[in-house]
Nanobody
């Protein structure tokens, strides 16, 4: 049974940093795709970053240069978020799918079978 444990969300001030973690069980990032999604108040859930096979990364424009996702042995994926802004306030989820990430870089909710429970990030101005 695949489970994803995401954690690390907190309340921070604008300009601050946070590091989220995603620890799968029954699943490994090696050879597969793990992505980060977020859902802000009144917003649809959007994919913001993904890592394929533990190495190749993808980002949406709104977070590129501020967010970094990376894999750490034995089996954790992290999302380092810098220069956080109030518009980054959201529930953040890690998600996983078997096989590599979509090579186009699109991060689509429908492509992921497994989801963490979410961790809340709140950024105050």
């Amino acid at each position: 049974q695949v489970r994803l444990q995401d954690a690390g969300g907190e309340s921070v001030q604008a300009g601050g940093s946070l590091s989220l973690s995603c620890t799968p069980s029954g699943f490994t990032y090696s050879g597969n795709c793990i992505a980060w999604f977020r859902q802000g108040p009144g917003m649809e859930r959007e994919g913001v970053a993904a890592i394929s096979g533990g190495t190749k990364t993808y980002y949406v424009a709104s977070v590129r240069g501020r967010f970094t996702t990376y894999a750490r042995r034995p089996n954790t994926v992290r999302l380092q978020m810098n220069d956080l802004q109030p518009e980054d306030t959201a529930m953040y989820y890690c998600a996983a799918r078997w096989g590599v990430c979509e090579r186009s870089g699109e991060i689509r909710e429908a492509d992921f079978q497994y989801w963490g429970q979410g961790t809340q990030v709140t950024v105050s101005s």
